[in-house]
């Protein structure tokens, strides 16, 4: 008989790591885990770890025939940054990965006549503002307005979405005999702070890197300019996120992809945080014009009322608890070590 697991792709990266760490703290779940990197030792033996590609589709079809994958994460993407500057790898990746694992999980729907919980990671980067002026003016937005987005990632996240939204409705909407369908939701997150992994390739980095480089006593030159305005969120509350959304009852769900949001500051806002925690950190702002483009088309802030309502989303750290119980104390341990 095929095991029945979980399955996360891009396991290695930042929500990867934090994911497989929770869900095995359960002992709930039987995890498969999918990167192109091997895991760390300390996680060795929390999964069944497969170093492979999202791109390849022959290795993907032999582990959803293999194994009972009853629940996806699928977490592998290239990031904002990292996809201006390989656009066509970003899409392959962003959108070819996705579309591949949704034909198999609506497929395997279909052979069990169960549908598979399909969650994907979207992100502030769906949005697009085309001056400052727009984006001050738009203050919170809510899920379906603003959707421009001016980088590759985003296009790819939004456009998964849809793709999403289309598996989970409209798969084979003209057979004979609709099969069962594959369930999708989708949260879409503000940048997110660890203090135990760094990210790399998002252009939201600037605000984990000031952290950890202050903690590190290392000098950091932000790259974006001091009044630059994003939503954030502590990694535990992007679990919960995740982890919440997964377990939702159906007939509470209004829409297949939510907004979810802790807490929005400037970067200079960001700084005066880092400062109170590491008096001498020494922190400038260089901004780079291109890498700001992006922030400046990013909203400073989104509305989750959604997903508060349909499925009782509330974070559990709001900006202080964030920076003063999860935050620094964590990193200021990880560099004493
Ligand atoms: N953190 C991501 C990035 O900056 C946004 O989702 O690319």
């Known amino acids: 008989m095929r095991k029945k697991v979980v399955l996360i792709t891009?396991?290695?990266?930042?929500?990867?790591?934090?994911?497989?760490?929770?869900?095995?703290?359960?002992?709930?779940?039987?995890?498969?885990?999918?990167?192109?990197?091997?895991?760390?030792?300390?996680?060795?033996?929390?999964?069944?770890?497969v170093e492979g590609d999202i791109l390849d589709a022959n290795m993907l079809t032999r582990l959803i025939t293999e194994y009972d994958v009853d629940l996806i994460f699928h977490l592998a993407a290239l990031l904002s940054t990292r996809g201006e500057f390989a656009p066509e790898l970003a899409h392959q990746i962003n959108v070819g990965g996705t579309m591949?694992?949704?034909?198999?999980?609506?497929?395997?729907?279909?052979r069990r006549g169960h549908p598979v919980r399909f969650i994907f990671p979207s992100s502030i980067a769906a949005y697009g503002f085309p001056d400052l002026e727009s984006k001050a003016a738009a203050g919170k937005v809510s899920e379906w307005e603003w959707n421009h987005p001016t980088t590759m990632y985003g296009c790819n996240k939004l456009y998964c979405e849809m793709l999403g939204n289309y598996y989970h409705r409209n798969y084979q909407q003209l057979a004979s005999n609709r099969p069962v369908?594959?369930?999708?939701?989708?949260?879409?997150?503000?940048?997110?702070?660890?203090?135990?992994?760094?990210?790399?390739?998002?252009?939201?980095?600037?605000?984990?890197?000031?952290?950890?480089a202050a903690a590190k006593g290392e000098p950091y030159a932000c790259?974006?300019?001091?009044?630059?305005?994003?939503?954030?969120?502590?990694?535990?509350d992007a679990i919960t996120a995740l982890l919440d959304l997964s377990t939702a009852p159906t007939e509470s769900l209004s829409s297949r992809v939510y907004n979810v949001v802790s807490?929005?500051?400037?970067?200079?806002?960001?700084?005066?945080?880092v400062l109170?925690?590491?008096?001498?950190?020494?922190?400038?702002?260089?901004?780079?014009?291109?890498?700001?483009?992006?922030?400046?088309?990013?909203?400073?802030d989104i509305d989750d009322s959604a997903a508060r309502r349909d499925w009782g989303w509330s974070p559990a750290y709001d900006i202080d608890r964030?920076?003063?119980?999860?935050?620094?104390?964590?990193?200021?341990?990880?560099?004493r070590k």
Not at 192 to 208: C, K, N, R, V
Not at 263 to 273: I, P, Q, V, Y
Not at 290 to 299: A, E, L
Not at 325 to 334: G, S, T, W
């Open 223 to 236: 790259f974006v300019r001091e009044d630059s305005q994003l939503p954030f969120m502590a990694m535990p």
């Open 276 to 300: 109170a925690a590491f008096p001498d950190a020494q922190i400038t702002f260089d901004p780079d014009l291109r890498r700001q483009g992006i922030v400046d088309s990013w909203p400073e």
């Open 10 to 49: 891009g396991a290695v990266g930042e929500i990867g790591q934090a994911l497989v760490k929770k869900l095995a703290s359960t002992g709930d779940h039987r995890l498969l885990t999918l990167d192109l990197r091997p895991m760390p030792s300390e996680f060795a033996d929390l999964s069944i770890h």
């Open 322 to 335: 964030a920076f003063n119980d999860f935050l620094i104390p964590n990193i200021r341990d990880r560099y």
């Open 263 to 273: 807490f929005s500051l400037t970067a200079a806002e960001f700084r005066d945080r």
């Open 100 to 110: 591949k694992l949704l034909q198999l999980a609506a497929e395997q729907s279909q």
């Open 181 to 212: 369908l594959l369930d999708f939701r989708s949260v879409r997150f503000p940048g997110l702070i660890s203090a135990f992994t760094m990210p790399s390739g998002g252009t939201t980095d600037y605000g984990p890197e000031m952290l950890h």
